[in-house]
């Protein structure tokens, strides 16, 4: 079955740093455009970073501009988003999404999420 596994979620206190993984499972992530989104409780789920598929560009969310990286390692099939000056705000379970749309064709996955709680 194709899918997207992340990790690296976990507690931090505020201004820690964590990096979160995105792995692809039996598909190549090299064609496709990935990013990483995050949903709070009680919240709409909410874009956060993006990456082409030749890491030509990149495009991040107000809120965590200058905070978060997003890079990629095609050869290891792995996006990754660092996460640096952590707020209390950043608290929610982070997913990443990755889509292609080629030959007419939309493919689209989504990965199981993981949590990442920043607080003191």
């Known amino acids: 079955q194709l899918q997207l596994v992340e990790s690296g979620g976990g507690l931090v206190q505020p201004g820690g740093s964590l990096r979160l993984s995105c792995a692809a499972s039996k598909f190549t992530l090299n064609y496709y455009t990935v990013g990483w989104f995050r949903q709070a409780p009680g919240k709409e789920r909410e874009g956060v970073a993006c990456i082409s598929s030749n890491s030509d560009s990149t495009n991040y969310a107000d809120s965590v501009k200058g905070r978060f990286t997003i890079s990629r390692d095609n050869a290891k099939n792995t996006v990754y988003l660092q996460m640096d000056s952590l707020r209390p705000e950043d608290t929610a379970v982070y997913y990443c999404?990755?889509?292609?749309?080629?030959?007419?064709?939309?493919?689209?996955?989504w990965g199981q999420g993981t949590q990442v709680t920043v607080s003191s």
């Open positions: 999404n990755a889509h292609r749309f080629l030959n007419w064709r939309a493919d689209d996955y």
